[in-house]
């Protein structure tokens, strides 16, 4: 096979490539810009898996990404000599409205179906926190799929292990619109607007200066609060349609003032960092995954929204069945075909 070329360095492109390079394809990257310079390069990292609850092909899909996630962070963090900050901590979710309870007892039925022994989905009731100092008249959800990463060290450890498998990375460089091989478009929120299969969402967050290693990371009140290895604790993140400006503003403040009620800890902890940035959403809300239609060896691998990091491993194992078998085991719902 020629050489695969690849457009985007984030974390759908540069996942793609490493598990192409590792089945012994050639392999260029290119970026308009810096590697993980789009929505991959945020600050929150929160790998969550969806209810377990009314079970479909998108749910499943996350499944068996989060299930595949350990090893694959392991073995490009082996080769890397880096860190991708991965650890499946766990998470705890603050619920307080009797329907939300109701429901999350509900979902315990379905994550013994669903996930398979697994993962537990628990409820613990009111008054368990063993670490997080949480409001003790709240019901806290645990569940053990959850896991978290630190999305830039992320982005800097898989660019590594592509480069160190032989594969090659352009930064600030278009890919060529018609190379010899196989192309395949990674290039988030423009690549989807590009092809009329989506748009973007803008998302902001913040990076606080607290040490709660080891702990499980917290969701409540739409705020995501990941603590990680680096001693450092992240919040976001906002949706937000209007992005034309990129800059952070004051709709970020909420968010730090959530998570600083939700756990009162973090309630004079520094804020080290704001972020914004603009996430690819495809219609469905879903990952868009496949060959384009009517066209043969050019492909799209895009649309990871808020779940990115969560479905890159499956999303890329399947795309590599395709580009280098000709094996589509892609979800109906994900084809490119399904989002025009």
Excluded at 93 to 115: I, K, S, Y
Excluded at 173 to 178: G, K, L, M, Q, S
Aim: proline share 6%; hydrophobic share 40%.
């Amino acid at each position: 096979m020629s050489e695969i070329t690849i457009a985007g360095a984030g974390i759908f492109g540069l996942s793609l490539a490493f598990v192409l390079l590792g089945r012994g394809a050639k392999v260029h990257v290119y970026d308009k810009g810096a590697i993980g310079q789009g929505a991959s390069g945020g600050l929150v990292g929160a790998l969550a898996p969806h209810t377990p609850d009314n079970w479909n092909d998108k749910k499943e899909f996350q499944f068996q990404s989060l299930l595949k996630t350990p090893d694959f962070w392991r073995d490009v963090d082996a080769i890397s000599g880096l860190s991708s900050g991965y650890a499946r901590t766990g998470r705890l979710q603050v619920v307080d409205q009797p329907r939300e309870v109701e429901n999350a007892r509900l979902r315990e039925e379905g994550a013994v179906e669903f996930w398979r022994n697994h993962a537990e989905w628990q409820v613990l009731g009111p008054g368990f926190d063993p670490l997080w100092q949480l409001d003790p008249n709240k019901t806290l959800v645990r569940d053990t799929l959850s896991a978290l990463i630190a999305p830039r060290a992320a982005i800097t450890s898989l660019a590594e292990a592509v480069r160190l498998r032989d594969g090659k990375i352009t930064e600030n460089t278009a890919a060529p619109e018609n190379p010899m091989g196989p192309l395949v478009l990674a290039n988030g929120s423009q690549g989807l607007i590009e092809k009329g299969l989506g748009n973007g969402q803008k998302g902001q967050g913040a990076l606080l200066e607290f040490d709660a290693r080891g702990r499980a990371q917290v969701f409540g009140d739409g705020v995501h609060i990941i603590p990680h290895l680096d001693g450092t604790v992240a919040v976001g993140s906002t949706s937000e349609n209007d992005w034309r400006t990129m800059a952070t503003d004051e709709l970020v403040v909420p968010i730090i003032e959530k998570a600083r009620t939700l756990c009162p800890e973090l309630a004079n902890a520094h804020v080290i960092e704001c972020w914004a940035g603009v996430r690819p959403r495809g219609r469905r809300r879903a990952p868009i995954l496949g060959q384009l239609p009517g066209q043969k060896d050019r492909y799209i691998a895009n649309g990871g929204f808020k779940i990115g990091f969560g479905v890159a491993v499956e999303a890329a194992e399947r795309l590599a069945d395709l580009v280098l078998e000709g094996r589509n085991t892609i979800p109906q719902s994900f084809r490119p075909e399904a989002n025009l």
